[in-house]
């Protein structure tokens, strides 16, 4: 009997990993990939490791050692995480494996949570292996058992790339087996493999350029492509990955006949492509981000000398940018045929106000940057990071936010090109560990006259609360070294270090004063739990509430951006809701004394 | 009872493209899970999208709930059968996705963005929304936030509104009921099921 269950995306790719045998598992949150890790150490019957590790590319050498030991082993991360961790992966390449090793690099369209929405097909391309472009969150599970199998047949790392849509889309799965036997992990002592000196490097750089093709060979084989040619339809359409699906279901909606080829691994599969453009006039492609299929497709078709018509992403009949759907390939048929669909928009005249996400009622990032600006004024420098305080940019105090760690490095950047005003920047505990470290060592090391401020709120939020070497346990849950931020700062060479409590105004106002003298790297950490680990923890704290007698409507209290704190026009008085956490800022941000702790 | 002819065609072929709109923090996913995992125990193949990661720390949130779909997740425009609002405001924002003449359930209690508290926009009269809202659609307005009051607990909110919808669903109420129990946490059980039907009689007396 088949088991079929309704999963995430994410839970479906860590069913698929259980199917196909993994034994090591590690990576670095990021949205849309987080959930995939979480399923997997939240599962009690675990015979696999598992670990978050601090940055992507720490995690994906832990996976490399891994496979190396002739392990099934896996990697996951989002698109720009492999960016980090594109110095061991380009050379693994080379290298290559002996367990099946797969990197899952979540993409993320439209940047939904990301600051850009690069294409990880391009990275495939760029390294010579493999990549596997799920259209369907069971797609996605069917394919994992066989990347490992395929990544062990060619000895080669392998990328699986699911979107944002694949990896937080629900839908109902059919379950496979979960094998029972794994192999005994095993090193061999392969020098010529595992060293890459230039001697070695060099023939296994031809090695992997003569793979190339069996691969794609193989590839097209496999199920996850498909052609369909229809008789004397004169129309071809290529879809890719998930946009495959949008074009299908579009295609059946509009009752249009068309040859379809659809595509879910690369290296492209030119037979198939081939095998189209040899039966159609037009051929239109679709897919997501970059035009890596449709790159191919012109240099196939220019090869053979077809005189085929190759519509895509040049001439704009396919946008470059942000995510597709069904609506945009309607949109790209417009254009394409001039064909009249009628897309009259739903938009009424009401003026609605913007919903952005902000920090949540008591959050400790808002009481640091309210006194980050007390102390250091609007003139000021405020580099930034990437974490929940980056929702922090109504504070004033986010102004640069450009990569994982970049935060302290243009602070430093900043100040060695001769900028007088004071400098102070904020990245979060994880952040710091991820690749902040680096940075904070290098300010030190070459005499930066800056502020760095650490918003230790003891977990990584942003993604869904994941363990970080500063909390004290792993993945699992289980005790482990809780390293001091204070320790480590110091330990670099930091020069000034304070730990102060954000929710104490006086204090932490003194901790930056101190900072903003300090001639030389600064550092202060703002250490308190994230309201909302901290409420699963069992922290409670007593809320506050105003008093309408003592009120004089000043504002200032709403002004500080507390989601709890709203203001009652006709009374002229602020008022405190039910989301009141507890944390005391607004009762010292308050001249008139009019906000106390509610009476119990 | 008028909603079994307005969506007799639902009936039909079990095809339906529903949107659940509100704001982080109010439980649209458990609701769009209620009924996804409420469709698979019917037999109905399903499809959902989410809005997760940054856009869950209090900002505006859109699920794509698609039954009776084996393709994509996502509901193309002017697509949706039904949307469920969880919060007024927030039904308006995504009236794109709804069919001309589709149905809304809309829960009246409005939440006040930071963009308001803080003077920077202002928010609409709630009754000039529906209004508008019924110009071109089939609404039907309550205020769940007190039905799920009276059901027990505000926060049962969520679970008064997948009640509300459960009768235009292509999936037995037995079978959502179910749903509801297997989902909510153990000692809420009781309170939630008694929303779901409050909330279920809210649009059956409509």
């Not at chain 1, 097209?220 to 129309?235: G, I, Q, T």
């Not at chain 2, 794509?64 to 059968?81: E, F, Q, T, V, W």
Request: net charge negative; aromatic share 6%.
């Amino acid at each position: 009997m088949t088991m079929r269950e309704y999963m995430l995306g994410n839970v479906a790719i860590a069913r698929g990993l259980l199917e196909g045998g993994v034994q090591v598992i590690a990576g670095y949150p990021g949205t849309p990939s987080s959930e995939i890790i979480d399923t997997l150490a939240s599962r009690e019957d675990r015979d696999y490791y598992i670990e978050w590790s601090v940055n992507e590319k720490v995690a994906m050498e832990v996976a490399v050692g891994a496979a190396w030991a002739g392990v099934r082993s896996v990697v996951t991360m989002k698109h720009v995480g492999l960016n980090v961790a594109a110095d061991p992966f380009m050379t693994l390449a080379y290298a290559g494996t002996k367990g099946g090793l797969i990197a899952i690099v979540a993409d993320d369209p439209s940047c939904h949570s990301s600051q850009n929405e690069q294409d990880t097909r391009r990275y495939a391309q760029f390294a010579l292996v493999p990549c596997f472009d799920p259209s369907t969150p069971q797609e996605a599970k069917d394919m994992l058992p066989y990347a490992f199998e395929f990544s062990e047949k060619f000895e080669i790392p392998v990328i699986f790339r699911p979107t944002t849509r694949i990896s937080h889309g629900k839908s109902d799965i059919e379950l496979g087996e979960i094998p029972v036997d794994k192999p005994a992990p095993h090193f061999e002592k392969l020098l010529d493999r595992w060293v890459m000196l230039p001697k070695n490097a060099r023939p296994r750089h031809t090695h992997l350029l003569s793979i190339q093709q069996p691969m794609e060979d193989e590839l097209a084989e496999s199920p996850w492509n498909s052609l369909e040619l229809k008789p004397d339809v004169r129309l071809g359409v290529i879809g890719a990955g998930i946009a495959s699906v949008y074009a299908k279901e579009a295609l059946q909606e509009l009752g249009l006949e068309a040859s379809f080829l659809k595509i879910g691994t690369y290296p492209v599969p030119k037979k198939l492509v081939l095998k189209l453009l040899d039966k159609v006039d037009t051929v239109l492609i679709f897919e997501e981000l970059e035009p890596v299929v449709e790159e191919q497709v012109r240099i196939l078709a220019q090869e053979a000398g077809l005189e085929v018509s190759i519509l895509g992403k040049e001439g704009g009949f396919v946008p470059r940018e942000g995510e597709l759907d069904i609506s945009a390939f309607l949109e790209t048929l417009k254009k394409v045929f001039g064909l009249d669909i009628e897309h009259e928009s739903g938009k009424v005249s009401l003026e609605l106000a913007p919903r952005p996400p902000a920090l949540c009622a008591g959050c400790s990032h808002r009481a640091t940057f309210y006194s980050m600006r007390k102390v250091f004024g609007k003139d000021a420098i405020y580099p930034s990071d990437i974490g929940c305080y980056t929702l922090g940019i109504q504070s004033g105090t986010v102004e640069t936010t450009l990569c994982m760690g970049s935060s302290i490095s243009i602070a430093s950047g900043l100040y060695h090109a001769g900028e007088k005003r004071p400098i102070c920047c904020s990245i979060g505990d994880s952040t710091f560990f991820h690749t902040g470290m680096n940075s904070l060592l290098n300010a030190v090391f070459n005499k930066a006259n800056i502020t760095v401020t650490i918003l230790d709120n003891r977990i990584t939020a942003m993604t869904g609360h994941q363990p970080n070497p500063g909390v004290g346990f792993t993945v699992t849950g289980e005790p482990t070294v809780e390293v001091s931020l204070a320790e480590l700062c110091r330990a670099m060479g930091a020069g000034s270090v304070a730990v102060v409590d954000p929710y104490n105004l006086e204090e932490i106002q003194e901790a930056f004063k101190a900072a903003k003298d300090f001639e030389g790297t600064a550092v202060v950490i703002a250490k308190q739990p994230c309201v909302i680990s901290g409420k699963r923890a069992g922290i409670r704290r007593v809320p506050y509430i105003v008093d309408p007698e003592k009120c004089e409507g000043c504002k200032q209290c709403v002004k500080f951006g507390c989601p709890a704190i709203e203001f009652d026009e006709e009374n002229k008085c602020a008022v405190i809701t039910a989301l009141c956490s507890g944390c005391g800022v607004c009762a010292q941000i308050c001249k008139f004394e009019a906000i106390r702790e509610v009476k119990r | 009872m008028s909603h079994v002819e307005e969506m007799s065609h639902v009936e039909g072929d079990k095809k339906l493209d529903l949107l659940i709109t509100g704001v982080g923090g109010q439980g649209a996913i458990l609701a769009s899970d209620i009924i996804g995992k409420a469709a698979v125990i019917s037999g109905l193949p399903i499809r959902a999208a989410e809005t997760h990661g940054m856009a869950q720390r209090g900002g505006s949130v859109v699920n794509h709930i698609r039954l009776g779909i084996d393709l994509g997740s996502m509901i193309p425009r002017k697509g949706a059968d039904i949307m469920l609002a969880l919060e007024p405001m927030e039904a308006v924002r995504y009236l794109d996705f709804l069919k001309d003449g589709g149905v809304v359930i809309v829960n009246t209690q409005p939440i006040i963005p930071v963009t308001v508290t803080s003077g920077l926009a202002k928010y609409p009269d709630v009754q000039e929304i529906l209004d508008t809202l019924s110009e071109k659609y089939i609404v039907k307005a309550f205020n769940a936030d007190d039905l799920a009051y009276e059901a027990g607990s505000r926060l049962a909110m969520n679970v008064a509104m997948v009640g509300a919808v459960s009768i235009y669903l292509p999936i037995p109420k037995e079978t959502l009921i179910e749903s509801v129990k297997a989902l909510v946490p153990q000692k809420t059980v009781e309170i939630n099921v008694r929303a779901f039907e409050m909330g279920r009689r809210k649009v059956e007396e409509s």
